[in-house]
């Protein structure tokens, strides 16, 4: 008589030659029922502890009652949105909390129309696509790195506290800070944009011919405001640049 | 000899079971295990036919896609059953709203650990997002054909931090209302349409009828921004969700399937 375990392999294995026969079934392929619907439930239900055993051991916060006569020191967002509460330090509201989500939601959603390679698809190929993921990865630590530094390090007065200093500690305020004279702030921002188009077209003349007219311009124009970020963030933290332009309307 | 007994009377029992009219009427496939079972057992149910009958073998391993879609999805699921037994104690009016998340706390059973199982689920389900759309950049997986989908996903990403960030004022307490101070006001800095943003003067836009108005529906966070919060977090960004979900599974498989090399 055959053992239980060996009857079922050996079904097992005889259903798994049938699946071929299934409408959708191609050779190599698995069942769903059983297979994926179990990870599924193995998944959900390993979510599932994990997220109780934090439930049962971390209180969620819940402060004094709302008082809008008392200001918290520092008011921070929900941690999603500090890393734009960060950028305050550098860009003026109009640009921090509200062209940038914009263009980051923007600009996610047009990736699939600038990238339309149809080569790599379905399978992790860091290696084939270093220039997008570069890109895309520098974008995505950029914000996490934000998060944590206005999550961890932002103290009363959006001053840096590390973790072992404390609150009640006074810091001095930032030291002053200096504006590009008009005649300087715009032919560098426009030397910026216009050498950011130019310049890759001459380095590498394949990108415009691979990409064409309309997505060598929507790439370089988001690459280009992207990277407006870092680099103004640089400006202000190593030689105290409030704004690269200033006009009667609006500032950069 | 008594083990074969056993197992005839089990045979028997399962046999009485699945071929009763009321098993059959629930079930509408078969209970052996046989190949036509198993695709009847996806295409029969309401809620396993989104799945395809069968897939390609290397789509099972957990290392490619870490479940991270289908995890947020069941966040998710969470969140609407806590968030539902959560509305049983929730009153939203700055009256009682805070008094209510302390009876919540104190008086309620397992009312702590409602909440915090609604707020942590939220978090990871925040966190996951972001991963889920990484790993799906990492593979490649918004390039043609499945391009809308990606777009989709990013809308779904939006509505997962609104989600979230309009739950953040409901406690009523000071981490809740100034944060959406902090977040709202950033409606009021928008380029024409907001009452402190560049060229405001143009459109005739000031305080009282600017973009941080809308969202409030007031000059600050106060009741009827409480209301508004609400409102859209429990029933209209909800729905807006759900509707776009429905459209993401479902081109999940018309664009080609789970993701894999096509």
């Keep these: 008589m055959k053992e239980a375990g060996e009857t079922n392999t050996t079904t097992e294995r005889s259903l798994a030659q049938e699946i071929g026969t299934m409408p959708t079934g191609r050779p190599g392929d698995v069942a769903v029922f059983p297979y994926l619907v179990y990870s599924e439930f193995l998944a959900a239900l390993l979510c599932s ?108 007065n959006w001053h840096i506290y590390w973790p072992w200093q404390d609150w009640s500690m006074v810091k001095n305020p930032e030291g002053a800070m200096w504006d590009f004279p008009v005649w300087v702030g715009l032919p560098l921002l426009i030397a910026y944009f216009v050498g950011g188009f130019v310049i890759p077209q001459k380095r590498w003349p394949w990108l415009l011919e691979r990409l064409g007219t309309a997505r060598y311009v929507g790439s370089i124009t988001l690459a280009l405001l992207f990277y407006g970020v870092p680099i103004k963030m640089l400006l202000r933290l190593l030689f105290n640049v409030k704004y690269v332009l200033v006009t009667s309307w609006f500032n950069i | ?90 009153r939203p009016v700055p009256e009682y709203a805070y008094a209510d998340m302390k009876t919540l706390q104190y008086a309620v059973y397992f009312g702590m650990i409602l909440r915090n199982l609604h707020r942590w689920g939220a978090h990871l389900m925040v966190v996951l ?15 043609p054909p499945r391009e809308f989908n990606w777009v989709l996903g990013v809308n779904l990403l939006v509505l997962t931090l609104l989600l979230s960030f309009t739950g953040y004022l409901l406690p009523w307490d000071q981490l809740a209302f100034w944060a959406v101070t902090v977040g709202t006001n950033m409606a009021a800095a928008t380029p024409f349409l907001g009452a402190e943003g560049p060229f405001h003067g143009l459109l005739g836009v000031n305080g009282m009828n600017d973009a941080r108005f809308l969202l409030l529906g007031d000059v600050r966070v106060a009741g ?28 999940v498989r018309k664009d080609g399937g789970i993701s894999r090399p096509l």
């Excluded at chain 2, 997002?129 to 390039?143: D, E, I, P």
């Excluded at chain 2, 209301?227 to 081109?251: E, Q, S, T």
């Design chain 2, 129 to 143: 997002v972001m991963l889920h759309m990484l790993r799906v950049f990492l593979t490649g997986s918004y390039r």
């Design chain 1, 49 to 156: 502890i994990v997220l109780m055993v934090w439930s049962l051991t971390v209180a969620a916060p819940l402060l004094e009652q709302a008082n809008p006569g008392i200001t918290e020191n520092p008011a921070k967002a929900p941690w999603y949105f500090v890393g734009l509460q960060e950028l305050l330090v550098y860009f003026d509201p109009w640009i921090a909390g509200v062209m940038m989500p914009t263009l980051i939601i923007v600009g996610l959603m047009a990736i699939p129309y600038l990238d339309t390679s149809t080569n790599a698809v379905g399978r992790y190929t860091i290696r084939e696509r270093r220039l997008v993921i570069s890109h895309f990865g520098l974008g995505f630590a950029l914000w996490w790195v934000l998060i944590a530094i206005g999550q961890f390090l932002r103290g009363p």
């Design chain 2, 224 to 251: 009827s921004a409480l209301l508004r919060f609400y409102v859209l977090h429990c029933v209209a960004l909800p729905l807006v969700a759900g509707v776009l979900m429905v459209v993401h599974f479902w081109r």
């Design chain 2, 1 to 90: 000899m008594a083990s074969s007994r056993t197992d005839q009377f089990r045979r028997k029992a399962v046999d009485w079971i699945t071929t009763s009219q009321l098993y059959r009427s629930v079930f509408r496939h078969g209970y052996a295990d046989t190949v036509r079972n198993r695709a009847l057992e996806v295409t029969s149910n309401a809620f396993l036919h989104l799945h395809p009958i069968t897939i390609p073998a290397h789509a099972l391993k957990v290392r490619f896609t870490f479940c991270l879609g289908g995890l947020t999805f069941f966040l998710f699921l969470v969140e609407t059953v806590t968030g539902v037994l959560l509305m049983f104690y929730y």
